[in-house]
């Protein structure tokens, strides 16, 4: 396979795509009621009638994905989001401020890293009940690091180049140098680092659900899914649907991440 | 030459090896998913210890099979006119560590498990009002006339320890056909043949591990694979994975265990009846012994399990049939159309999760907005079930061999009422029951179930399969109606 940037983004944007669509087709059609339980019709392999077949509570694998979608995008989006805000924000200040700044910023970033989300997530689920907000809180704090020390380390290099000393010597403000001339240099990086956390943020938020201490029943999340599956993998092996999914989000996502930065390599070339 | 020496030499120690292997005898491997509390009769809560400690200790009578009650140590009794007056005699019997059962042990015993300072479950002894030694035997008198007395003394709590034993939560010491040798905490308890067992008979297996394995999956994998010979009380969601497995046998008899919707009868709006009968007739539980239970369970309508047959009040089919148009009717005359609640459900109990995921949908059908709050045991043992802070729950309730046992939780009074259930009718049943002997006392028992079905502290769902699954050849399995492994019974 041709592993150049087009073929990567196609690639990239064909997956995300997809699974983009089939989550939004989700809030307006499903074939079934996807809470419908209907006992009799339980472990149906997968057929015209059931596309990807039945659980153990006949309810329809399929429809039960289209809105299992929802849970793991918008998590992995939102908490993702909040991470890159938080961990960009204050990766600016370490990387212009230096000093005090710098030093106490890197240390509180360090102690989060000694914890990973899965950690987070189990400490949260015995504070909060399980939940959404677990799943959401620790994969945003867990991304924070990721994040900080992109900034932060952009920001060094691109802080002593001659234009950003031109604008100082203008009479720019901090802000003002760092909205309009450093954030817009740090956007390609950080788009690549969003996608990277996004295939993560999905995967941390299956597990947690597998786990127990993610999203409750009866929202179907697909890690949820995969959990109330494992059971029944040799005698309904469809009920393993939802792992392909994920697996097809993260992939797509980690493909649209390394196209971009083929495309910042190639910026970067003809510079 | 040399070479040859040795090479014969080996051959004989294989020999002598494999040959000692069938000296020693058999061993057998159970697989257990939790480690026990404490071994110390009195202070353990679990089902999982009582399981074990079955085998390691005895008390005066012992449980059946069928659900009556044996002579253990002692070897028979007389009870006097009044009923208040029993009189043990012991059998010629020892304890594991080689020192004879006496009298002043089982005034020990009994005192220790009645002593609210001591025992947890002191209060299940209360009826007694005295523990003497009199000549060649011990004589308990109760405060009136007792049923369910003979009963407790089968339990756990009422096992007979020497008077001289020290710390026995770590290191039991009873009179049973094995005692624990080696415990290491989360892998595995060794239990050893007694050989000097009063019954005079030997158990086919002179060593059963009881190996810890937390998930099913494992169970049933180390099951395959030889490691594990039995699994006393297999999930019925990885049943399918041994049905049809040549060499594996799954036998699959009634638990004995009521699996109930508890309703916290004290929290409006559920102290209004109605809203409790159209909970009741919005739950179809054929669909939930389908979904849930493979379609093994045997459906309940009473508080008592069928497996209490003489006892278990057969008539109250029709009290609560699956009716979601009476229910939403019913929930209409109370003003209740919008009903919302939250389901408690524990963690730990696969079975009772699914009942309620299946429950919620159903209530959902009938316009009822449901909750799930899926909690740790922990957390289920402290809100549900101390606090009563809850709106409603499912839990299992485990089996005894009387019904007073059973029927008693649902007394105002009792602590163990977490359904906040109060009929001044029941109470006086129950008080009544207890005093009864006879075919009187099974009529007393069949009022107050009724009373259960028309009134609803919960709604009794199914006594769920209990399926043992175990290699083809081990034999001699024998099913009770308490939380017990028989391993004495058990030959290959």
């Known amino acids: 396979m041709n592993r150049g940037p087009t073929a990567t983004r196609i690639w990239g944007v064909v997956l995300v795509g997809c699974v983009f669509a089939l989550t939004i087709l989700g809030y307006f059609y499903t074939p079934y009621e996807p809470h419908e339980v209907r006992v009799l019709e339980r472990f149906q392999p997968p057929s015209g009638e059931h596309l990807l077949g039945t659980d153990h509570f006949g309810r329809d694998i399929f429809s039960r994905i289209l809105v299992g979608g929802r849970i793991s995008l918008l998590i992995g989006i939102g908490a993702v989001f909040l991470g890159s805000v938080l961990g960009t924000t204050l990766g600016l200040v370490a990387g212009y401020r230096g000093g005090a700044w710098e030093e106490g910023i890197m240390r509180i970033s360090t102690s989060i890293q000694a914890f990973p989300s899965i950690l987070l997530a189990l400490l949260f689920a015995t504070i909060w009940e399980p939940g959404i907000q677990v799943v959401l809180w620790s994969v945003s704090i867990g991304n924070i690091p990721n994040f900080l020390r992109l900034t932060r380390n952009q920001v060094l290099s691109i802080k002593k180049r001659p234009y950003i000393e031109a604008a100082r010597a203008l009479g720019a403000r901090d802000w003002r140098i760092m909205l309009r001339h450093i954030i817009p240099n740090l956007r390609d990086a950080l788009l690549v680092q969003f996608t990277v956390s996004l295939a993560g943020a999905i995967l941390v938020e299956a597990s947690l659900s597998y786990l127990g201490v993610g999203i409750q029943p009866p929202t179907p999340s697909w890690g949820r899914m995969l959990r109330e599956a494992q059971n029944y993998t040799s005698l309904a092996p469809w009920t393993l649907f939802p792992g392909l999914f994920i697996a097809v989000t993260v992939i797509g996502f980690n493909l649209l991440g390394d196209s971009w930065i083929f495309r910042r390599d190639d910026v970067l070339k003809r510079e | 030459m040399y070479k040859k020496a040795s090479f014969a030499v080996l051959i004989v120690a294989t020999i002598i090896l494999v040959g000692s292997g069938c000296v020693f005898g058999q061993v057998l491997n159970i697989a257990i998913p939790q480690d026990p509390d404490s071994f110390d009769p009195v202070k353990t809560v679990a089902a999982a210890t009582g399981e074990i400690a079955f085998n390691i200790y005895e008390g005066l009578v012992k449980a059946t099979p069928l659900g009556e009650v044996e002579g253990a140590l002692a070897s028979h009794w007389t009870v006097d006119e009044t009923g208040t007056i029993y009189t043990f005699y012991l059998r010629h019997a020892l304890f594991h560590d080689g020192t004879k059962v006496q009298e002043e042990d089982v005034a020990f015993s009994l005192n220790r498990a009645r002593d609210p300072e001591v ?364 939380y017990v492994v028989d391993v004495a019974s058990l030959y290959r």
């Open chain 2, 119 to 482: 025992a947890v479950r002191a209060s299940e002894l209360d009826m007694i009002e005295d523990v003497n030694v009199v000549d060649e035997g011990i004589e308990i008198r109760l405060s009136e006339p007792n049923g369910a007395f003979i009963y407790s003394l089968s339990e756990v709590y009422a096992s007979i320890v020497p008077a001289h034993a020290g710390d026995l939560s770590r290191k039991p010491v009873g009179t049973g056909p094995y005692y624990l040798d080696e415990w290491t905490p989360n892998q595995q308890l060794a239990l050893r043949r007694f050989d000097h067992h009063w019954s005079g008979e030997t158990p086919y297996f002179e060593e059963a591990n009881f190996l810890l394995i937390p998930d099913e999956n494992s169970m049933v994998l180390n099951l395959k694979a030889g490691r594990v010979d039995l699994i006393p009380r297999l999930e019925v969601g990885v049943l399918h994975q041994v049905e049809r497995d040549p060499d594996i046998e799954v036998l699959s008899v009634p638990m004995n265990l009521v699996q109930v919707f508890s309703i916290n009868n004290a929290r409006a709006p559920f102290d209004d009846l109605r809203v409790r009968k159209a909970l009741a007739l919005g739950v179809n539980r054929p669909e939930i012994l389908i979904g849930a239970a493979w379609g093994l369970g045997t459906m309940l309508d009473s508080a008592l399990s069928p497996a209490m047959a003489g006892f278990y009040n057969d008539s109250l089919a029709e009290v609560n049939p699956y009716d979601p148009a009476k229910a939403k009717e019913l929930l209409k005359d109370a003003g209740q159309e919008n009903l919302k609640l939250t389901l408690t459900l524990p963690a730990n109990y696969p079975l009772h999760v699914q009942t309620g995921e299946l429950v919620a949908e159903q209530w959902k059908a009938l316009g009822i907005e449901v909750d799930l709050q899926i909690v740790e045991w922990g957390t289920w043992l402290e809100r549900v079930y101390t606090q009563r802070d809850y709106d409603v729950s499912v839990i299992g309730l485990a089996g005894r061999l009387d019904p007073h046992a059973i029927l008693v939780r649902y007394t105002t009074d009792s602590s163990r009422n977490f359904f906040n259930f109060s009929n001044e009718r029941y109470d006086a049943l129950i008080d009544l029951g207890i005093k009864t002997v006879g075919r009187e006392r099974r009529e007393v028992y069949l009022e107050a179930q009724a009373i259960l079905a028309e009134e609803l502290p919960g709604i009794f769902i199914m006594d769920p399969p209990q399926l043992a699954a175990m290699k083809k050849g081990i034999q001699g399995f024998k099913n009770y109606p308490t």
